[in-house]
């Protein structure tokens, strides 16, 4: 098992910034690639991006690409989201996932294997 939480979330202006954080624990973090989504009001689930459990590969769906970053630290089982440029838009419950396999380009929320509970993303006008 793997345990997630997040943290971070909260409101801010349009065109600002917030860091948003997954720490786990559990069974090794390290061997997990981790993801993040995002759910908007009445909207599903989608996909923001993922990186694999080296750190050496990251993949992002196309809006959020040069806007956020994905990182991790596997010495503090940290995982990170630096978002930049925010837009109202991007309002959003922020879930962080972990998946044993690296799905490349496509990543599901169906695929996880892990799930955090989520924060909250709020962005004003």
């Known amino acids: 098992q793997v345990q997630l939480v997040e943290s971070g979330g909260g409101l801010v202006q349009a065109g600002g910034s917030l860091r948003l954080s997954c720490v786990a624990s559990?069974?090794?973090?390290?061997?997990?690639?981790m993801a993040w989504f995002r759910q908007a009001p009445g909207k599903e689930r989608a996909f923001v991006a993922a990186i694999s459990w080296s750190g050496d590969y990251t993949y992002y769906a196309g809006s959020m690409k040069g806007r956020f970053t994905i990182s991790r630290d596997n010495a503090k089982n940290t995982g990170y989201l630096q978002m930049n440029s925010l837009k109202p838009e991007d309002t959003a419950v922020y879930y962080c996932a972990a998946s044993r396999i690296l799905y490349g380009t496509s990543w599901y929320d169906y695929d996880m294997d892990y799930w955090g509970k989520g924060t909250l993303v709020t962005v004003s006008s």
């Open positions: 559990g069974r090794t973090f390290s061997s997990y690639n």
